[in-house]
Structure formats: C-alpha cells, structure tokens
C-alpha cells in the first residue's frame, strides 16, 4: 500500500457518494423535519412533560445497564481468562451464548413465567443479561492481548492479585469496557420488544405507540429527534472517557500468556456467580421456551405458518446480505484502494446508521416514501432499503478489513501477465477477499432474520416474519403460541454464537 492513491474514479466515486445519501437519508430527514417544524411548535412538542417523563426513563435504564454491564461484563472475563476456574472454556462459550437470544425472547421468556419482572427493575435486570456479552467479549479479547510484564512487576513491588487488577489491568481495560458498554447504550436506545413487552416506557417504544395508535407524525419525529440526540451524547461521552492515552506496548516482546491466579477457597463462590448469570441470561428464556412447547395450552406447531415465516425471513436476510454487500463494496474499495478525505468521509458516513435506533430508520422512509415516492410505501423494496441502511455498518467493517489484507501488487502482476478488467478482479481478487466478504453477509444475515421494530413499520401488508410472527402472539398475551417462532429464531441464531467463540483456545 506504499503506492500513492490514484485520483478517484468517477464512476466509483458516484456509486459510493449515492451509497453515503442512502445511509445518511434518516439523520437528514430528522433534521430537515426539526427544522420545518419551526421553532414555536418544536419547543411546544419538546417542553410536553411527557418528554421529560420519557427522558428520565431512557436514561437512568441506559445508565443503570451500561453500568452493571461493564461490572459483569469485565467481572466474567477476568474470572474466564486470569483464573484458576475450573472449565473455563465452556464458561466462555455459555457466557457469549445469551447473544443467540434476541432481547425480545428474553423478556418474553422471563414475562411469561411471571408478571413481576414489568417496570424498571425488572427491565434493568432484562436488558443487563441480554447485553453483557457485548462488554464481556471486547473484555475478554483485552485480557487476553495484555502484556503479563505489567502484573509481574506489579506483583515484585508488592502489590497483592486485587491491587494488581484494579491499578494495572483495569486501566489497560479501559477502551474494551468503554466500547463495549457503548455499544450496549445504542443497543438500549434502539430496543422496542424487550421494553414494550416489559411495559417500561422509553423514548423508542413511545415512538412505536405515537405511530401505530394515531400516526402523529410531528410528536413521532420530535421524540425522533430527542432520540437521535441522546445517541450522540452517547457517543461524545464515550469518545470524551476514551482520552489520549496509549495503550500499546512499544515493542512487540514475545506472545506468552500470564500468570493465572489461583482462587483456592473461592473457587466455589466463582462457580456459583458464573453459573447464577447463565442461568439467568439463558437457562430462563430457555427453559421457558422449552416449558411453553410441551405444556402451554395454547401451543400448536401449526407446519403452514411456521415454514412460511421462516422461508421469508430467510428469504429476506439472504436478499437483505446480498444487497447491503453489493452496497458496502465500493465504498470499502474506495476507502481502501483511493485513500483520501473524500473517501475518508464517504466511509465515515455509512457508519451514521450504527448510531440511530431502528424505530428512527423505518419512521424516516416511512414519512419520506408517503411523501415524495408514495408509490413504494410499504413495498418489499422499502423493507430491503431499511435493513441494508441499518446493518451496512456491520457489512463495511468485513469489506474493508478483508479488501485491506489483498494486497494491490498481486493485481498488478496479475495485469503484467496479461489479465485485464474483470477478469483480474474474478480471478485475483474476489479469492481473496471473499471469506471477509462472507463474514459480513453472515453478520447482516442474522440480524435481519431476527429485527423486529424496522419490519413491524415497513413490511407489506401480509408479510410476516419469525419476529413480527412471534410479536404478534406474545402481543396477545398467547405464549404456547409464540414459542415456535421464538424458537426457531434463536435456533437459527445460535451459529453466530459460535462465530464469535470459536477461536478462543482454552485449557479446561
């Protein structure tokens, strides 16, 4: 890659700038939308005490959450990866496996059995075992990356294991944990199933209700707004907490693996804390999926529905893959191959979606498709368009790593060979880059086969999925019924458990 960027291809270059309009299409329509309103009936609709009552709902849930996340999250990894706990390579897939569950099935799981979990505590407690993973994996990598000469050193002054952990490991921790716990905020601001289910009253699920009941477009797109802004200072605050500071060693040293600690006496209360949150996070939507299929009243595997649904949803997240890939492509390529602040900032804005609730992408082309392509309004096409502006995140992250490891002299002796155009991109490139490719179809794959909020708004009349199939039964309060459907999903989930989890190599 020491060869200096060529100039950008016009052709490319449109591609990748009509690919950064489609992604960036919700933050532009919710800011052209707050400014329309006008000053006057925005402040109206923002001073309502129900925005207060909402904020004050969404934020202590998202705090509460990132924070018990982050403590279990970081508490489960050190546990796994520097201790003596016995088994440590099945607690480490047990421990990642609660991401094979959508949030949704969680709550339907813990809801069914008994109504004491609805209200803030018992969403807090919901949410926090269906979102630690997202910090115990980053957490995990973390530990097993760190340089084990610190502790040593630590150790040969005097420090004991705690001191050790809390003024050495911990801090070196510090962009795992803040990322991670991110990543659970946004997740938070975006989760409609879990909260409505739970009954606990959020900006999202305020959206959905504004929507569906009397489709009050103004107060849906100001509490739009008001969402779209806490998922920025979420991440002002995050890049704030991040700092400066270096984390890496200077020297590359020589890969070995520290020191475990011995936990002796507390092996068995270890055991017992690990074993409690899997069998929280996942024995209890499990075990209630499994109670609802053999003994619920209303359970029925009704073949006709239960294929139908799963041909669309699979249907829908392999058109889904292909489409946000095709999109993802160029401008990796651009970013990758024509380096540059053009190319620079075409990447940077298809990652504006990671940061918008789903509920904000589906009312953005809902109101944008009624009112300048009413002919498109609750098409397929629309339904596609939401899932590729959602998820491109996930499929330019495997473009762009997997573009950046082929290298461009294997082209170019491709080229002094005689092979041109498309015959050096079939036969040279595409091999190379195709396993990082097939890796983000899989991410998009997965998550649209179990999205919930942007299908409930812009799927075709008649269309349904596993979700909105399973959202529909559980809505009615039918569990028997909705457990084949759940069940299903997290069957078809389940492989990017394994994904995930599969090339960590553990000593039981």
């Known amino acids: 890659m020491g060869r200096r960027a060529a100039a950008y291809p016009p052709l490319l270059l449109a591609v990748c700038v009509l690919v950064a309009g489609i992604a960036a299409i919700p933050l532009i329509f919710v800011i052209a939308y707050t400014i329309s309103t006008g000053w006057d009936e925005a402040w109206r ?30 508490a489960a990894a050190w546990l796994v990866e520097r201790t003596s706990l016995p088994g440590r390579r099945i607690w480490n897939a047990l421990l990642a496996a609660p991401l094979a569950v959508p949030a949704f099935v969680t709550s339907y799981g813990w809801v069914s059995l008994t109504p004491l979990v609805e209200g803030y505590w018992g969403a807090l407690l919901i949410v926090t075992l269906s979102y630690y993973p997202l910090v115990y994996l980053p957490a995990a990598a973390a530990l097993r990356g760190l340089d084990p000469a610190l502790e040593e050193t630590a150790r040969a002054l005097g420090h004991g294991p705690w001191r050790v952990f809390a003024r050495v490991v911990l801090p070196q921790l510090r962009p795992a944990v803040l990322g991670g716990s991110l990543l659970v905020g946004l997740h938070l601001l975006a989760e409609f199933g879990a909260l409505q289910m739970l009954r606990y009253p959020t900006f999202t699920t305020a959206i959905f ?17 008001v969402l779209v802004l806490c998922c920025v200072l979420l991440l002002t605050a995050e890049l704030r907490l991040q700092g400066s500071r270096r984390y890496a060693r200077v020297g590359r040293g020589a890969a070995r693996s520290a020191e475990l600690v011995r936990l002796g006496g507390a092996t068995v209360p270890a055991l017992a804390a690990v074993a409690a949150t899997v069998a929280l996070a996942l024995g209890v939507p499990l075990g209630s999926l499994v109670y609802w299929l053999a003994a619920g009243a209303s359970t029925a595997f009704p073949v006709g529905s239960l294929v139908a649904t799963a041909v669309t949803s699979i249907g829908l997240g392999l058109v889904a893959a292909l489409l946000t890939t095709a999109l993802a492509l160029p401008v990796a390529w651009l970013s990758v191959r024509h380096r540059g602040s053009v190319s620079t900032l075409l990447e940077r804005s298809t990652y504006v979606a990671n940061a918008l609730p789903g509920i904000v992408v589906a009312l953005a082309l809902v109101t944008v498709s009624i009112r300048f392509v009413p002919t498109v309004y609750q098409t397929t096409g629309v339904l596609l368009a939401g899932y590729a502006i959602l998820f491109l995140p996930r499929a330019m992250v495997s473009a762009r790593a997997a573009i950046a490891q082929a290298p461009p002299v294997l082209e170019d002796v491709a080229r002094s060979l005689g092979t041109r155009g498309s015959a050096t991109l ?17 991410l998009v794959f997965l998550a649209v086969v179990t999205e919930l909020t942007a299908t409930l708004l812009l799927a075709p009349t008649g269309t349904q999925t596993l979700a909105t199939r399973f959202w529909s039964h559980s809505s009615d ?14 069957l078809i989930s389940a492989p990017a458990t394994y ?8 000593a039981s």
């Open 45 to 74: 609709l923002l001073v309502r005490p129900r925005i207060g009552d909402l904020l004050v709902n969404t934020a202590r849930l998202a705090l509460g959450c990132m924070l018990l996340s982050a403590v279990l999250g970081t």
């Open 209 to 225: 209700d504004q929507y569906e009941s009397a489709f009050n477009a103004p107060a849906a797109n100001m509490l739009a707004a």
């Open 499 to 506: 994904l995930l989890t599969r090339s960590a190599r553990y």
């Open 477 to 490: 309060i039918d569990y028997g019924a909705a457990a084949p459907y759940a069940a299903l999903m997290v």
């Open 426 to 442: 079939r036969r040279v490139v595409l091999p190379l880059i195709a396993p990082g490719i097939g890796a983000g179809a899989a």
